[in-house]
């Protein structure tokens, strides 16, 4: 008894600690949001994709940044930094959370999202989304278009082709569209492997839950995959190499590997 009373003890501050960093996020949203609802009117299209996609990497970021340092979080993106100003790439990356496209985005100021389209129309992200361009999925066909056009015009793409967050560990079956992307644009998809060992807001984890800290997030390059003239093959290589190495990778892990975490406040 005793003992459970002194690990929840431990978890309260540092569960703050996590929630003010939400807070955080949220209040930075809201006021660029604000902002980008001005600007979405008047200023042209170019400019406005630039700043609105800069901005949001920053904002970003900067949440990482205060993450690391109250020693919430432990991130390692930096292999994507050689790449934040090549034109026209394609990043492809598992969705093991809902933090996925903030690790990347954060890294790729030129890149833009393929969103949800409810998310387009969210109080914290909707202006701001449409301001930077991001896409929307709500029609396939013009989500495909505008992400060519995008690419075409020196722009990066951030895609989680499964679709959601995995929830038929370690992958879930990837949906049609990145690969026709590819060969449209004639882009290369460069593969982006996020790891983590931590639960916290994957699939039907609720965001008040304070999960094990620190919450440990590693990027990894994979392969670079060319389009090709038949999508669907390529489509189904992709998601091979995908499932193929998060297999493997699960294997390999070890309990000894593992960072020595706060307790879990439920």
């Known amino acids: 008894m005793m003992t459970r009373v002194l690990r929840i003890l431990w978890a309260i501050p540092l569960a703050l600690m996590l929630y003010a960093l939400l807070l955080f996020l ?4 809201l006021v660029w949001n604000f902002v980008a609802m001005l600007l979405y009117p008047v200023m042209p299209v170019a400019p406005a994709r630039t700043l609105g996609r800069m901005t949001i990497a920053f904002a970003y970021r900067m949440f990482w940044w205060l993450a690391s340092i109250t020693g919430m979080m432990r991130i390692d993106a930096t292999c ?3 790449m934040r100003n090549e034109p026209g790439v ?3 990356a598992n969705h093991p959370t809902m933090l996925d496209a903030l690790l990347l985005v954060a890294r790729l100021p030129r890149s833009a999202c393929i969103m ?4 387009l129309r969210n109080i914290f992200l909707g202006a701001g989304a449409r301001l930077a361009r991001y896409i929307s999925n709500e029609s396939a066909r013009m989500m495909v278009r505008l992400a ?3 690419l075409r015009n020196g722009g990066q793409l951030v895609i989680f082709p499964e679709g959601t967050r995995t929830v038929t560990p370690p992958l879930n079956a990837f949906r049609p ?8 644009a004639q882009a290369p998809i460069q593969t982006v492997f996020i790891d983590t060992d931590s639960p916290y807001l994957s699939k039907g984890w609720p965001l008040w839950r304070v999960p094990p800290l620190p919450i440990v997030f590693t990027l990894r ?3 670079r995959f060319l389009p090709t003239s038949d999508s669907d093959i390529l489509q189904a290589d992709l998601e091979q190499y995908f499932r193929q190495n998060m297999e493997q990778r699960a294997t390999d892990a070890s309990p000894e590997c593992q ?3 706060a307790p879990t406040l439920s």
């Open 26 to 29: 949220g209040l930075i949203s």
């Open 80 to 82: 994507l930094d050689p």
């Open 90 to 92: 394609i990043f492809v």
């Open 116 to 119: 949800k389209a409810d998310l």
């Open 148 to 150: 060519v056009d995008d």
């Open 177 to 184: 569209g990145v690969t026709l992307i590819a060969k449209l």
């Open 221 to 223: 390059l994979g392969q």
């Open 259 to 261: 960072t020595p975490r």
